[in-house]
C-alpha cells in the first residue's frame, strides 16, 4: 500500500503541473546544466592531467554535481586522442578489481598489470592518452589507491591520467599514502550562488515543460537558504516545496467545492 500510495501522489505531481517527467529528479535524461564558475575547474582539469603527473581529486559533498563534471570531463576530450575509463569504486574498491576494470575499459582480455601496461604503451604510441575516471573514489582502499598513484606517476609513454571523484574526507587518507611528496592535486567543488541556482531551476522546469513562475521570489530563496546551492539539494527542496504547494492548492479547491 505504502508503494501504491507514493507511486499515486507521484501521478498526481506530474498531471498537477503537467510535467513531462519529475524535473527534480535525482538522474535526468538529457538534462545538462554546467555553470560559468565550474568550467574553469574543467578547463584546470584537462590541463593538469597533460602537464602533471599528478592523481587529480575532485572534492564535494553528495549532491554537489562531481558526476555533471565527470561526464561534463569525458564529453570534453577529444574523442579521436583520449581513451576513458570509468567506473565506481563501489563496486571496485580492491586493487583486483580496479584492474578488471581497466582491462574491460581499453578491450584487454587479461587484467595482468603488465598486460595493462603493455597495452597504455600501445595506445601512447599511437598518440591516444588514457583517462581512469573513478566515482566515489572514498570507496578505493589504500591499496588500490597506491595502485593508481603509481600508474599516475609512471614514467615514459603510456601513463594514464588518474582523476578520482570523492567527498572530501577522502584527502587525509590521500596525505598519508602520499608520505609527504606531491603524488595528487585536490580541487574542491564550490556550491552554486544565488543566480546560478535560480538558473539550474528554471532549466530543470523548462526541460519539464513548465517555467521558474511556479515558485515565488520567497520560495527562490528559500530553495537557496535550505540547499546551500549544492544541485542534489536544490532538487529535493524544490521539489518538496512544489509537492506543498500541490497539496495547498488541493485543499483550497476541496475547501471550495
Not at 524535473?23 to 584537462?46: C, D, E, I, N, S
Given at each position: 500500500m505504502?508503494f501504491?500510495?507514493?507511486?499515486h501522489?507521484?501521478?498526481?505531481?506530474?498531471?498537477?503541473?503537467?510535467?513531462?517527467?519529475?524535473?527534480?529528479?535525482?538522474?535526468?535524461?538529457?538534462?545538462?546544466?554546467?555553470?560559468?564558475?565550474?568550467?574553469?575547474?574543467?578547463?584546470?582539469?584537462?590541463?593538469?592531467?597533460?602537464?602533471?603527473?599528478?592523481v587529480?581529486?575532485v572534492t564535494g559533498?553528495?549532491?554537489?554535481?562531481?558526476?555533471?563534471?565527470?561526464?561534463?570531463?569525458?564529453?570534453?576530450?577529444?574523442?579521436?586522442?583520449?581513451?576513458?575509463?570509468?567506473?565506481?569504486?563501489?563496486?571496485?574498491?580492491?586493487?583486483?578489481?580496479?584492474?578488471?576494470?581497466?582491462?574491460?575499459g581499453?578491450?584487454?582480455?587479461?587484467?595482468?598489470?603488465?598486460?595493462?601496461?603493455?597495452k597504455?604503451?600501445?595506445?601512447?604510441?599511437?598518440?591516444?592518452?588514457?583517462?581512469?575516471?573513478?566515482?566515489d573514489?572514498?570507496?578505493?582502499?589504500?591499496?588500490?589507491?597506491?595502485?593508481?598513484?603509481?600508474?599516475?606517476?609512471?614514467?615514459g609513454d603510456?601513463?594514464p591520467?588518474?582523476?578520482?571523484?570523492?567527498?572530501?574526507?577522502?584527502?587525509?587518507?590521500?596525505?598519508?599514502?602520499?608520505?609527504?611528496?606531491?603524488?595528487f592535486?585536490?580541487?574542491?567543488?564550490?556550491?552554486?550562488?544565488?543566480?546560478?541556482?535560480?538558473?539550474?531551476?528554471?532549466?530543470?522546469?523548462?526541460?519539464?515543460?513548465?517555467?521558474?513562475?511556479?515558485?515565488?521570489?520567497?520560495?527562490?530563496e528559500?530553495?537557496?537558504?535550505r540547499?546551500?546551492?549544492?544541485?542534489?539539494?536544490?532538487?529535493?527542496?524544490?521539489?518538496?516545496?512544489?509537492?506543498?504547494?500541490?497539496?495547498?492548492?488541493?485543499?483550497a479547491?476541496?475547501g471550495?467545492?
Open positions: 505504502k501504491m500510495s507514493s507511486l501522489v507521484e501521478e498526481v505531481f506530474l498531471g498537477h503541473y503537467q510535467f513531462s517527467h519529475d524535473p527534480f529528479a535525482a538522474r535526468t535524461p538529457g538534462f545538462k546544466f554546467f555553470p560559468a564558475r565550474r568550467k574553469p575547474v574543467l578547463g584546470q582539469l584537462h590541463h593538469l592531467a597533460r602537464y602533471s603527473q599528478l587529480l581529486v559533498p553528495e549532491g554537489s554535481g562531481k558526476t555533471l563534471l565527470r561526464q561534463a570531463l569525458v564529453a570534453s576530450a577529444n574523442k579521436q586522442t583520449v581513451s576513458a575509463v570509468v567506473f565506481s569504486a563501489r563496486s571496485a574498491g580492491e586493487p583486483p578489481k580496479v584492474l578488471a576494470q581497466i582491462a574491460q581499453l578491450g584487454v582480455q587479461s587484467a595482468d598489470l603488465a598486460a595493462l601496461k603493455a597504455m604503451m600501445q595506445l601512447a604510441i599511437t598518440g591516444q592518452e588514457i583517462y581512469l575516471l573513478v566515482d573514489a572514498d570507496q578505493l582502499s589504500d591499496a588500490a589507491i597506491e595502485l593508481l598513484m603509481a600508474l599516475a606517476a609512471a614514467e603510456g601513463r591520467h588518474v582523476f578520482l571523484f570523492a567527498q572530501k574526507e577522502l584527502l587525509p587518507r590521500l596525505q598519508l599514502l602520499a608520505g609527504g611528496e606531491e603524488r592535486h585536490a580541487i574542491e567543488l564550490e556550491p552554486y550562488d544565488e543566480q546560478e541556482t535560480r538558473d539550474y531551476v528554471a532549466q530543470r522546469l523548462e526541460a519539464a515543460g513548465q517555467g521558474i513562475e511556479l515558485f515565488s521570489e520567497d520560495q527562490l528559500e530553495i537557496q537558504e540547499s546551500l546551492g549544492w544541485p542534489g539539494q536544490i532538487n529535493r527542496v524544490a521539489r518538496e516545496l512544489l509537492i506543498d504547494n500541490m497539496l495547498a492548492e488541493r485543499s479547491q476541496k471550495a467545492g
